[in-house]
């Protein structure tokens, strides 16, 4: 069993900056790519930005020069840093992790909850 837990959203300015958080925790073995989608309200689930094993990164063409993403292997932890933040950038981001709970076990994906990002004109 692996959970995955977010924290840091919240009702933000436009121009201002938000660092979400996701922890991963449970029966983990190793973790391959972590990373984050968003969903604004009527619209479908978009990748924002993903982060590999060896730090390699990815970012969606709306948040390049925005937000960086970032990991902690020895914390289990994905975050997302949100600088110059939009009202286009309003949406549930949700965390998600590749994961691999024993030796010899595929990896599976997992979700986090979900957290809200609000940003105001």
């Known amino acids: 069993q692996v959970q995955l837990v977010e924290s840091g959203g919240g009702l933000v300015q436009a121009g201002g900056s938000l660092r979400l958080s996701c922890a991963a925790s449970?029966?983990?073995?190793?973790?391959?790519?972590m990373g984050w989608y968003r969903q604004a309200p009527g619209k479908q689930r978009d990748l924002a930005a993903t982060?590999?094993?060896?730090?390699?990164?990815n970012y969606a063409e709306s948040v390049k020069g925005r937000f960086t993403i970032s990991r902690d292997n020895a914390k289990n932890t994905v975050y997302l840093q949100m600088n110059s933040l939009k009202p286009e950038d309003t949406a549930v981001y949700f965390c998600y992790a590749t994961v691999k709970p024993r030796p010899g076990r595929a990896y599976g994906l997992y979700w986090g909850q979900g957290t809200q990002v609000t940003v105001s004109s």
């Open positions: 449970g029966t983990i073995f190793s973790i391959n790519v």
């Open positions: 982060i590999s094993s060896d730090g390699s990164t």
